[in-house]
């Protein structure tokens, strides 16, 4: 089969070239990378041109400049679409990959024509390249297995950024007339098709590690004081509230039961917003008891309790 790195870039000239590294040292060398920059302003496509003249990549990587700034999540789009094989990696600019990833990757799925889509697991490394360890992620278990992911553990924890996505490119070419105009991110909009269709799965292997630093487009952050933070929690559901509310639409293409329980995942997320803004424990205790830890986790549970009783809010 045939592979390719699809990267988009935007201002990333910081930390890219060691991402480009782990690309093209990668055991099985792609048959191409498409990287897609969106008009960056600090010399991040000047850096990858002279990347790739340096090492003499010109026949199999290419360096597309879009004319107009299209955002992240359609720049993405661009750069697979562009790519033209059978297997296609998501890349961002400032994580380092395994030099094994995706001979491991394309192994799998070679070996297993139902996957449309195919996720590993990920360690996480700071600015300067330090591994990192956080409660949140937990321990990468690399036992090889493969788990199917549904709809149902999507809406319970999201654990797949697109650097650690593989895709199929007839689920890409089935699904992107659909999805090219959504607000939702890529990785969240192939999740959910891939898992409405039963070809989600992730592979128990750690593959890349995810840099974490000021300028990530998703704002992430470990530190347990952080996420412990009650304004910055509320802002947290409000956005992941709305991709979900946006995933609803009409032009997805999900069918009637992931609506379903996205739609029941709607409801306690707004119930738990409402908790949390009134600091209500017995609202919070109401709500994890009668989900039963279906939809909502323990870990969840704590904090909440904990943003209720501590969380700082506002101005308090």
């Known amino acids: 089969m045939t592979t390719a790195v699809a990267v988009a870039l935007y201002n990333g ?28 302003t600090d010399g991040t496509a000047d850096l990858v041109a002279a990347y790739i003249a340096k090492h003499g990549l010109g026949e199999t990587w290419e360096l597309s400049r879009n ?10 789009y661009r750069a697979i679409s562009l790519c033209g094989t059978d297997l296609i990696f998501l890349s961002d ?14 192994a799998v799925m ?51 950024p697109g650097m ?17 105009d959504s607000p939702v991110p890529h990785d969240l909009m192939f999740a959910a098709c891939a898992a409405d269709r039963d070809s989600f799965y992730e592979y128990h292997y750690l593959g890349a590690y995810h840099r974490r630093h000021d300028n990530n487009v998703a704002k992430e952050e470990h530190r347990i004081f952080k996420l412990l933070d009650l304004q910055r929690k509320l802002t947290d559901i409000a956005r992941t509230r709305k991709h979900w509310t946006d995933l609803l639409h009409e032009s997805t293409p999900i069918g009637e039961s992931s609506r379903r329980i996205i739609a029941e995942r709607l409801a306690l997320h707004e119930k738990r917003e409402k908790a949390l803004r009134d600091r209500s424990l017995s609202q919070i205790l109401r709500l994890y008891r009668e989900d039963k830890g279906v939809l909502l986790r323990k870990l969840s549970l704590v904090c ?3 943003l209720v009783c501590f969380g700082k809010y506002k101005n308090n």
């Not at 004319?67 to 993405?76: A, D």
């Not at 600019?93 to 394309?106: A, G, H, L, N, P």
């Open 13 to 40: 000239a910081r930390f890219l070239e060691t991402q480009l590294d782990s690309l093209r040292l990668q055991s099985r060398t792609p048959d191409r990378v498409v990287l897609c920059d969106d008009g960056s």
């Open 67 to 76: 004319p107009e700034n299209l955002g992240y999540i359609r720049n993405f």
């Open 93 to 106: 600019q400032d994580d380092v990959w395994k030099s094994d990833k995706i001979e491991k990757m394309t």
């Open 110 to 160: 070679e070996a297993n024509p139902h996957i449309s889509l195919l996720s590993c697991r990920y360690g996480i490394i700071d600015a300067a390249g330090e591994e990192q360890h956080s409660l949140v992620e937990g321990s990468a278990n690399e036992d090889g297995g493969l788990e199917p992911v549904t709809v149902q553990t999507i809406m319970t924890a999201y654990r797949w």
């Open 164 to 180: 650690l996505m593989c895709l199929r490119k007839e689920f890409f070419d089935g699904v992107i007339s659909a999805i090219a």
């Open 304 to 306: 909440d309790v904990w």
